[in-house]
């Protein structure tokens, strides 16, 4: 059984570019979240996908957008990049919304400069 | 506004000896909580959750205590292991639509050999 595998593992970018963030459920998952995590604090929801349609969203902006496909990998997507975009992306899957615990996958460190 | 908060940054504690890691909340509406660890380079780690109609949660040397009444839980760990140092999250959510799950800011715990 493998786990939630995320790549690329760290990235830097300019401001103003684009990013795209890819995320590989463990077998027999069919939600992904995808979280922010900015030094020091904890993880921040940014969306979930069930069955390949957004399941709820928290407080980012639009410019942040997700995909889910049928084997319910996903991608995270970032647009017109700002500096406070800089951050581990935590991408995590479940057998169910919410579940009894995601399994989380080792992140995406994201510079933006 | 911090719905999930874990007032102490960092806790050093003696191999052997008892971890108590703290977390308040503010909204009562949330019913299941969970707690992570996190080491360096890695995605969390599920350790242990607990419903909000239950006040205890055993899992082998991992205890959660929930207070309703005081919006508090503690994570008790015993006894304390050296591999056992990393950064402890707690999480908090609503079990129903998205299940988004709300992170405190983590507590570095180190435990010395």
């Known amino acids: 059984e493998t786990g939630v595998t995320q790549s690329p593992t760290h990235l830097i970018k300019t401001r103003g570019q684009q990013v795209t963030l890819r995320c590989s459920s463990q077998?027999?998952?069919?939600?992904v979240s995808w979280y922010q995590q900015a030094l020091g604090q904890g993880p921040q929801f940014i969306f979930q996908y069930y069955r390949e349609e957004e399941n709820g969203r928290g407080n980012f902006p639009p410019r942040f957008s997700g995909l889910q496909f049928p084997n319910y990998s996903s991608e995270l997507n970032v647009n017109a990049l700002e500096l406070d975009d800089s951050a581990l992306y935590l991408c995590?899957?479940?057998?169910?919304?919410?579940?009894?615990?995601?399994?989380f996958g080792s992140g995406t460190r994201l510079t933006v400069v | 506004d911090q719905q999930v908060k874990q007032n102490s940054p960092s806790l050093s504690v003696q191999e052997g000896r008892i971890s108590i890691l703290n977390c308040d909340y503010t909204n009562s509406m949330f019913d299941y909580f969970l707690w992570y660890k996190k080491y360096p380079a890695e995605g969390p780690t599920f350790l242990i959750s607990i419903s909000s109609i239950k006040d205890k949660n055993e899992d082998g040397r991992f205890t959660v205590f929930l207070n309703k009444s005081a919006k508090h839980l503690s994570l008790h760990i015993v006894p304390s292991q050296p591999g056992d140092s990393a950064v402890y999250f707690c999480a908090a959510t609503l079990t129903s639509g998205t299940y988004k799950y709300i992170f405190g800011t983590g507590t570095r715990l180190k435990v010395l050999a």
């Open positions: 077998s027999g998952h069919n939600t």
């Open positions: 995590a899957s479940s057998f169910a919304p919410g579940g009894y615990g995601y399994t």
